[in-house]
């Protein structure tokens, strides 16, 4: 399970990328993975938002995670 | 059937955008072309640095301007989004609707910016002279 990060989220955890390849440590949700996250990187909980992609799509916090799944971390959007 | 245009790009030329939207169809065209200002909350800014998660935000790209279509039944339709190091005054987005009457078209084109700037997976750092800030990041 790869999980990508972007913009300030990508600073703060200091990759572009981690896999989680222990199949029984892997975060099973959104909201699972989101926790582990700002456990590890306490940075991640003072940002403004914290959203979360499966497969390219934004995803609630009770969406289930699988193996095969891309995953991103979307911290607050600034296009434009 | 209308056409939809949607891009992420290194550099944006902005004069090419009119022939795009161009349609038989159409009496207006509205054009919106985001730039980059040289001052911030005072500060002045040296250049904006783009990144992307692509797949994602052109999909959402597709889903704003399909929305728009539908919505004010649009003849065609464009969101092109630049990346990478941009100084004062480049373009860094154009969005621009095609339709037959301008309220539709106004209408659709503030959509188009306002939407794109909440859902659309592009950060932007602001390049100061002695630092650097990701947007929006913290309250």
Known sequence: MNVLFFGIAKDIVGSSQITFSDEFKKPNSVAALK?????????????????????SEYAEDD?????????????????? | MSEKIIEIVDKIDASKVFNELSHPKSGGICVFVGTVREFTKGE???SLEFETYKKMALKEMDKIATEAVVKWNLNKVIIRHAVGLKEVEEPVVVVGASSAHRDACFEACRYLIDTLKK?????????????SVWVSAHP
């Open chain 2, 119 to 131: 859902t659309v997976p592009i950060w932007k750092k602001e390049r100061f002279e002695n630092k």
């Open chain 2, 44 to 46: 002045e800014v040296v």
């Open chain 1, 63 to 80: 969406v289930s995670l699988t193996v095969g799944d891309e995953i991103a971390i979307i911290p607050p959007v600034s296009g434009g």
């Open chain 1, 35 to 55: 926790a582990q996250l700002m456990l590890s990187y306490p940075e991640l909980s003072k940002l403004t938002s914290l959203a979360v992609a499966v497969n």
